[in-house]
Each structure stands twice: as structure tokens, then as C-alpha cells.
């Protein structure tokens, strides 16, 4: 088979794949199950990645990132979560939520201030938007930004940031992207704003460090704290009122790269179910000639290859600009990460007691899987933005 195919387009996706795939393999699986289990982030790994030009990946050369595509942005997802789910979702929260945004909504000074740190590493950031009492609803947020001056005054709280901090002490990363209601229209919707609030701005703390959660554990998540915290003007991100379409059109990348991390979760247990069940045998067979095994093998190679092909159509519709059919963003997102959680599901049941304990990774990619159902927008939601799409077209 030709390498050239829709997963990879051209010669440059092609060696990109390559790059990342050894990357990953060298670099991330050796770390990854004890970062996990001890719940760090490996934020020099994290950083390491700008070397190699995957933290600017989305944003064009002129300001030092690598200036690819969305299906670009899909394939390093796609591979570094062949290994490590949690580190990838890290990598996202900088690379997708922070860096793509900012790179298209924010004007030219503040890029030029910016931009570029966050493409090398040396700036480490993230996106605030869900909050204690707002998630789903997310016009539901009561974080305020008032004009006084020269400067923003922000006020509010954010809940489950990941990158909020970087370390256990809550250490807060270098900036936060963050939303936060500036005004009503004339329908009495609230207004949008958000701004890039760095770590030396008087009033941003990071409340907590949220430990123990069920997976992901590589990554940090994070409360923060905003007590009249003082944001110089210019660094609001593009014109006041308009970060609603801002959020709207990056959710987009943000859920199709959600699905991309399911590609990598469920072609891992893929290969650890049929790596274990050629090797164990049971009433004196390999696993893999028993009827329901062959039934947990076949449906998840079918159901990550259906996924698969629907994930990179969508990123492929995408292209450079990053956005496309709102009802597929939601849509990949819909379907590949239950696939994944599925086919760990499967790899679970097939690796039998083995696949419950850490050291046969399967249990981890589960765990992981279950918050890609949650994170970036749930289920319900896609399901609810979908039928309103078809039915209001
Ligand atoms: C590990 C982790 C990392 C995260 N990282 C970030 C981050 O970096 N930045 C950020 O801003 N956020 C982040 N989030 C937040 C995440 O996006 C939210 O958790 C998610 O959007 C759901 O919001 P919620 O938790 O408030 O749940 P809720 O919105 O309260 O939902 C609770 C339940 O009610 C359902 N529900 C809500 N409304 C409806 C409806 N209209 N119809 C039907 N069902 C409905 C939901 O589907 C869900 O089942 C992260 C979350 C986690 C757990």
C-alpha cells in the first residue's frame, strides 16, 4: 500500500507521521507509566516538542511555528497517544486551545510579544473556559472582565484546566487563555472577551491542583482564581464582545483532535490484543482461534478503521483554516471516542486478569478514553449540537 493515502496526504504529512512516531516511541513510552501512575507532567517532555515543531504545528512560519494543516494536527495527536493519552492531552491543551487560538484570533502585537515563546516551549500555557458552575452551558459563566483604564479587571473562577499548573506545589504555567463576560446584547446574551493572562498579572493564583482522577493523570488540571486580577488592555485577544465565535470556531479543531487522541488509544489496544492473544494459549490454542476472541479482534479493527476514515475526511474538509462543518467536528468526536473506550473495553476482556493491572497499558488507555467522552464538550452535546444542525438546516 502506498504511504501516500488520505491519513497521509502528502510527502511533508508522511515524514511528519515518521517523526512523531519515533518521537513517541523513544521518547514518551519509556515515561509514560510512571508519570501516570505518580500523577506528574512531564513538562520538559512537553517542551521538547517545540524542538521538533510540534507546539506551533497550526501556526504559520512567519511566527515560528511549522505552519501545517489540521490533518497535520491529527496525526501527532493520532501517535502521541499510541503511548501516552495523558502527555498528549497536555500537548493539546498548549498546542490547540492556546496556540491555535491565539494565533487566529489575536492581533499583530500581541502575537509578535507572544507567538513565538509558545512555539519553542519556553512559554507553556493554556485555555479557560469551563468553571465550578459552568461547563456545558457555557454562557452560563459568571468570570467578568472589567475596562479600568489601561487595564481589565477580571474576576471569576476556572475549573478543570489542564496545564492550569505545572507541577504538585500548583506552580501556574506561563499564561491562560481566559473567557470572561464584558457585556449583554440587546437580547440579554451575554458578551464574550477573552484574554491572555500571564502568570505575573497581580490577582491570578492557581487555586488547586485537582488530584485523583480516573485517568489522564499525566496531565495536570487545575482551578483557578481571578480576584480583580489586573490584565493590561493589550492583551485582549482580538475586539472586545467577539471571543464567542473565537471559542466556536476552535472547538472545532479542539474536538476534532479530541477524536484523533481516540485513533491513537484504541490502535494501541489493538495491538496488544493481538500481540497477547497469538502468544497466550488456553485449552491448548492461541487465544486468537476462540470464536468471541476473534469477535472482540474483528469489531474493534473495523470499528477504529470506520472511525479512522471519518476522523481524517473531517480534517481533510477542515484544511488550513481550521474549521469546516460544525456537525462533524462533533461528529468524529461523537463516535471515535465510545470507539475507543470500546475497543480498550475489548482489550480489557481479551488480556483477561492481565488486562486489568497497569503493566499491559490496556487499563490506563481505558481510563484515559472514558474523559474523551467528557472533555472538549460530552456526548449529550455533540448529540444535542448535531440534531439541532440537521433540523434547523
Ligand atoms: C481532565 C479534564 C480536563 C479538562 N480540561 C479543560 C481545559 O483545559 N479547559 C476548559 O475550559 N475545560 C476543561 N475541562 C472541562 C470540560 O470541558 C467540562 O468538564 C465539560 O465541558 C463538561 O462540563 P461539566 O463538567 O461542567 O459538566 P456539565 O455541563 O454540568 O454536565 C453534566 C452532565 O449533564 C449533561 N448535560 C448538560 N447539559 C445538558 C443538556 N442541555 N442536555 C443534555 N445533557 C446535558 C452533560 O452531558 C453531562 O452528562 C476539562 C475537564 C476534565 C475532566
Known amino acids: 500500500m502506498s504511504s501516500i493515502n488520505i491519513y497521509t496526504p502528502t510527502e511533508e504529512h508522511s515524514m511528519l507521521r515518521d517523526m512523531v512516531k519515533d518521537f513517541t516511541k523513544t521518547k514518551v513510552e519509556p515515561q509514560a507509566h510512571d508519570y501516570n501512575k505518580e500523577e506528574k507532567f512531564n513538562v520538559e517532555l512537553l517542551k521538547s516538542l517545540g524542538e521538533i515543531g510540534l507546539l506551533g504545528i497550526t501556526v504559520p512560519e512567519e511566527y515560528g511555528g511549522s505552519g501545517m494543516d489540521t490533518t ?106 481566559v473567557y470572561a463576560v464584558t457585556g449583554e446584547n440587546e437580547k440579554g446574551r ?30 495536570n488540571t487545575a482551578e483557578l482564581v481571578f480576584e480583580n486580577c ?69 469489531e474493534s479493527y473495523a470499528k477504529y478503521q470506520a472511525s479512522r476514515a471519518y476522523v481524517y475526511q473531517t480534517a481533510f474538509n477542515m484544511g488550513a483554516e481550521g474549521t469546516g462543518d460544525r456537525k462533524d467536528s462533533d461528529g468524529v468526536k461523537l463516535v471515535a471516542t465510545t470507539m475507543a473506550k470500546e475497543v480498550a473495553d475489548s482489550a480489557i476482556q481479551v488480556l483477561g486478569g492481565y488486562g486489568y493491572v497497569a503493566e499491559y497499558h490496556v487499563e490506563r488507555m481505558w481510563r484515559d478514553a472514558k474523559l474523551l467522552e467528557i472533555g472538549g464538550g460530552t456526548l449529550e452535546a455533540h448529540q444535542k449540537n448535531i440534531a439541532m444542525d440537521l433540523c434547523n438546516s
Open 72 to 177: 497535520a494536527a491529527v496525526i501527532a495527536h493520532e501517535e502521541l497517544s499510541y503511548s501516552d493519552p495523558g502527555f498528549c492531552l497536555a500537548y493539546l491543551a498548549h498546542s490547540m486551545l492556546l496556540v491555535n487560538n491565539f494565533s487566529v484570533n489575536a492581533g499583530k502585537e500581541l502575537k509578535e510579544k507572544h507567538l513565538e515563546s509558545m512555539c519553542t516551549g519556553d512559554f507553556v500555557g493554556a485555555m479557560a473556559m469551563s468553571e465550578p458552575d459552568a461547563g456545558t452551558d457555557v454562557l452560563g459563566m459568571t468570570t467578568k472582565a472589567v475596562k479600568d483604564g489601561d487595564f481589565y479587571s477580571i474576576t471569576g473562577r476556572k475549573m478543570w484546566i489542564t496545564n492550569g499548573c505545572l507541577d504538585d506545589k500548583g506552580t501556574a504555567s506561563d499564561g491562560v487563555l
Open 190 to 219: 451575554p458578551e464574550l472577551s477573552s484574554f491572555l493572562v500571564t502568570k505575573d498579572c497581580p490577582g491570578f493564583t492557581v487555586g488547586q491542583k485537582i488530584m485523583d482522577k480516573l485517568g489522564m493523570r499525566s496531565s
Open 230 to 298: 489586573k490584565v493590561p488592555k493589550s492583551n485582549l485577544i482580538g475586539e472586545e464582545g467577539d471571543s464567542l465565535i473565537h471559542m466556536m470556531k476552535n472547538l472545532e479543531i479542539e474536538r476534532l483532535t479530541l477524536a484523533a487522541m481516540s485513533l491513537g488509544i484504541a490502535r494501541r489496544c489493538i495491538d496488544e490484543m493481538v500481540k497477547y492473544s497469538k502468544e497466550r494459549e488456553a485449552f491448548k490454542k492461541p487465544l486468537y482461534k476462540f470464536g468471541q476472541i476473534q469477535k472482540h479482534l474483528a
